[in-house]
């Protein structure tokens, strides 16, 4: 096969580059993250489940591949877009590079096209389908292209079994939707014992385990889609029993949900670990890693995104909210106080 590959945006307009990783045909959803670092995070976040991950940093792959980087066991991308990938990196801890990497998990990357271009193009007429192709782009189905969906993204990438993490004297449960293992590792690092459930668990079952507190995870997909429906009132039965929760991300907005609030899709999303917010109540902006294409429709927000205004945290009293990432991986970790705020609500729920 040709190195030669082809993308195809739905509305016709294409990019000639080269492969790397794995060759072969993919459509998805194009989004593009504008972190500097953290790629090995981006890859194995299942929150891009169904999407191809476009990175608008030009080079991609200098420290090598790093499994403890990890956030999952599996890449969660379809597909991956990057503009030069580093086939010599130098990094201690580096096991391989990004494109032997990227072959044996079996996931397609192509390089070497105009990747700010694409960007532009993205900001401009948002978040659209495209297929890598090493087929000439005169073949392509840009009807098929543009009727791709994400569709049971949830349950395709929840955990199927009960497991724990970590040891201590406060009981969390953690709602699996897609969890990136730094949500888990945080809490264990402040005394938590964390049960993982899968994301079709009942509001009974977490209960027997007689939990101080319930997290809501990170995941892929439009919270709204009718096969969340259970989750959402599965939340809604665990806020009727007063055990704090804490949301992250999709988890952020499966409780929206849950109070009675909407989400709406974006025009690209935030994605990326230089995404500021303001908290409403001091006025002081922090710097968050975010990945997603959703927001809560609100208007008595915590935080706000600075750049667009939207809702990026609510707070209901003894239950509260993220849209962006306090474990930070990858990212800055201005917000990591918001786990002390969850274990402080813990420990007053338990006393």
């Known amino acids: 096969m040709s190195d030669t590959a082809y993308l195809i945006l739905e509305n016709g307009m294409t990019f000639e580059g080269k492969y790397f990783g794995a060759q072969g045909e993919m459509t998805g959803e194009i ?81 070497g096209i105009d990747t700010r271009a694409l960007t532009k193009i993205i900001r401009e007429s948002g978040v659209m389908n495209g297929k890598i192709s090493a087929a000439p782009p005169a073949d392509a189905d840009l009807a098929g292209i543009k009727a791709y969906s994400i569709i049971d993204a949830v349950a395709s990438v929840s955990s199927h079994n009960v497991t724990k993490t970590g040891e201590g004297s406060r009981r969390i449960a953690l709602m699996d939707f897609g969890a990136k293992r730094g949500i888990a ?38 919270p709204a889609e009718p096969a969340n429906n259970g989750i959402i009132e599965t939340i809604r039965a665990l806020l009727q029993n007063g055990v704090p929760i804490f949301g992250i991300c999709l988890g952020h907005q499966f409780l929206a949900l849950a109070k009675g609030y909407k989400t709406k899709k974006l025009k690209f999303g935030h994605r990326g670990a230089n995404q500021p917010v303001k908290e409403t109540a001091t006025g002081r902006v922090y710097i968050t890693s975010q ?35 306090p474990e930070a991986r990858g990212g800055p970790l201005d917000t990591s106080f918001l786990f002390d705020r969850f274990i402080k609500k813990v420990d007053d729920y338990g006393a």
């Open 291 to 325: 990945n997603h294409g959703y927001a809560v429709v609100a208007n008595n927000s915590s935080f706000v995104n600075v750049n667009d205004g939207t809702c990026e945290g609510m707070d209901y009293g003894d239950s509260f909210s993220v849209q962006f990432h």
């Open 185 to 222: 590792a945080a809490l264990a690092a402040r005394g938590c014992e964390v049960w993982t459930f899968p994301h079709n668990v009942q509001a009974e079952d977490i209960l027997q385990k007689k939990p101080h507190g319930i997290m809501l995870s990170n995941g892929p997909g439009d």
């Open 31 to 111: 989004v593009f993250t504008t972190g500097m670092t953290g790629y090995l995070e981006t890859l194995t976040d299942q929150s891009y489940h169904g999407q191809i991950v476009l990175q608008t940093f030009p080079l991609i792959g200098n420290y090598g591949v790093i499994p403890s980087d990890f956030e999952s066991a599996s890449v969660g991308a379809r597909a991956y877009i990057v503009k030069y990938p580093c086939g010599a990196p130098s990094n201690f801890r580096s096991e391989n590079d990004l494109s032997a990497f990227l072959k044996e998990r079996g996931i397609i990357g192509l390089c």
